[in-house]
Antibody, heavy 116, light 109 residues
Framework: EVQLVESGGGLVQPGGSLRLSCAASGFTVSNYYMSWVRQAPGTGLEWVSIIYSSGTTYSADSVKGRFTMSRDTSENRVYLQMNSLRADDTAIYYC??????????WGLGTLVTVSS | DIQMTQSPSTLSASVGDRVTITCRSSQIISNWLAWYQQKPGKAPKLLIYEASSLESGVPSRFSGSGSGTEFTLTISSLQPDDFATYYCQKYDSSSPSYTFGQGTKVEIK
């Protein structure tokens, strides 16, 4: 079955770090663009970061310098390393696949809460 | 940055109604515009990509149109399963970046 499963979310203090993981099945992550999209409670969707099939990464200005996306082809997983977390990073983080300029497959999401 | 404006923010409609949601871009974005449906507690679901292409498995009552700076999602005959929030999403090759509209909540009238 083609699916994405996120893990690694939880409660973290401001200034702390967390690493999210996204396990893919039914397809090879290195053959696609892969991305993270987040949704703060009661709000809309915000693109966070992308890794191209070439391995090149880009991030939104709101997380640039704090979040880093990576990929493990042997595990068929992508990751989001989040450092210097702030209260406004609190959100559900979705892993998503892009066959082009749009997101065609989404995981169920993992909740990150930044609070003291 | 290219700005996206989605309207309306909320829409009240009845089963069987024709529903139209609009996204306007501050600059021409070619046809790199997609539409998603999201239900409470669920991940978004792709409906339309490249402005007018229907994703496999999505009912034909959903359609997308437009080009340049104005794009529309139309539901030809609203069904009970369609009450949800809808988002547009654009791709900007200059950054690159992927930006979502503010969302339109379709409620029961």
């Amino acid at each position: 079955e083609v699916q994405l499963v996120e893990s690694g979310g939880g409660l973290v203090q401001p200034g702390g770090s967390l690493r999210l993981s996204c396990a893919a099945s039914g397809f090879t992550v290195s053959n696609y663009y892969m991305s993270w999209v987040r949704q703060a409670p009661g709000t809309g969707l915000e693109w966070v970061s992308i890794i191209y099939s070439s391995g090149t990464t880009y991030s939104a200005d709101s997380v640039k310098g704090r979040f880093t996306m990576s990929r493990d082809t042997s595990e068929n997983r992508v990751y989001l390393q989040m450092n210097s977390l702030r209260a406004d990073d609190t959100a559900i983080y979705y892993c998503a696949r892009l066959p082009g300029t749009y997101f065609d497959l989404w995981g169920l999401g993992t909740l990150v809460t930044v609070s003291s | 940055d290219i700005q996206m404006t989605q309207s309306p923010s909320t829409l009240s409609a009845s089963v069987g109604d024709r529903v139209t949601i609009t996204c306007r871009s501050s600059q021409i974005i070619s046809n790199w515009l997609a539409w998603y449906q999201q239900k409470p507690g669920k991940a978004p679901k792709l409906l339309i990509y490249e402005a007018s292409s229907l994703e496999s498995g999505v009912p034909s009552r959903f359609s997308g149109s437009g080009s340049g700076t104005e794009f529309t999602l139309t539901i030809s005959s609203l069904q009970p399963d369609d009450f949800a929030t809808y988002y547009c999403q654009k791709y900007d090759s200059s950054s690159p970046s992927y930006t979502f509209g503010q969302g339109t909540k379709v409620e029961i009238k």
